[in-house]
């Protein structure tokens, strides 16, 4: 398995402001994958982040509201740019090890 | 793509009672079905796995079941206890990509 962490872990926003999440992985790791759960929802993929290659964005999803860095095999960033408050969620990194995925604690986003 | 689709949404226990989730996916190929429970605040963690070609496997309490046939693979958890109270999320791997069930809330009532 896989130990990652995320800062921050929760965060208060206003509307228009930019937020960057941190993942952090104690393995390198050539995939990585950021999740957004809506309250009460499952998990909806918002892109792959390969080491060395552009992120693969999932319909719904563009690079200039969710741009990602991976600058190596140990992190990542996820920015959510110019909030609004349908973008109140919890935002999840994972990463994939053998066959499976391990996630992180999630960052908890509210955006008045 | 994958469909998944998981049931109930929701489900109470009594303690020491069994629990049973169930998922049925779309894709034949589909080779690989996590699940993962969910507590409140925290991230997904994964607690069982099992690949397509196992009927069944089991983990102390935890057990998941797969039948390739129906396309349908079932979390089982006997002896329940109020940790056991969470969110469960069954997916499905097809290719490189999970395809997550909707989410099934389990309480056990102590």
């Known amino acids: 398995s896989a130990v990652i962490s995320q800062k921050p872990s929760r965060d208060i926003c206003q509307r228009g402001t930019s937020l960057t999440i941190q993942c952090q992985v104690d393995?390198?790791?050539?995939?990585m994958f950021w999740y957004r759960q809506q309250p009460g929802q499952s998990l909806t993929l918002i892109a792959t982040?390969?080491?060395?290659?552009?992120?693969?964005?999932e319909s719904g999803f563009v690079i200039d509201k969710f741009p990602i860095s991976r600058p190596n095999l140990t992190f990542s960033t996820l920015t959510v740019s110019n909030m609004s408050p349908e973008d109140s969620s919890i935002y999840l990194c994972?990463?994939?090890?053998?066959?499976?995925?391990?996630f992180g604690p999630g960052t908890r986003l509210l955006v008045l | 793509g994958e469909n998944v689709e998981q049931h109930p949404s929701t489900l109470s226990v009594q303690e020491g009672d069994s629990a049973v989730i169930k998922c049925t996916y779309s894709?034949?190929?589909?080779?690989?079905f996590p699940w993962y429970k969910q507590e409140l605040g925290k991230g997904p963690q994964l607690i069982i796995d099992?690949?397509?070609?196992?009927g069944e496997k089991k983990d102390q309490r935890i057990a998941v079941t797969l039948n390739k046939t129906a396309k349908h693979f079932s979390l089982h958890i006997t002896e329940t206890q109020p940790e056991d109270s969470a969110v469960y999320f069954c997916?499905?791997?097809?290719?490189?990509?999970?395809?997550f069930g909707t989410g099934t809330s389990l309480t056990v009532i102590p």
């Open positions: 894709d034949s190929a589909s080779n690989y």
């Open positions: 099992i690949r397509s070609n196992v």
């Open positions: 997916a499905a791997k097809l290719g490189n990509q999970f395809y």
């Open positions: 994972s990463v994939g090890l053998g066959e499976t995925q391990y």
């Open positions: 982040a390969n080491q060395g290659s552009e992120a693969t964005y």
């Open positions: 393995s390198q790791v050539t995939m």
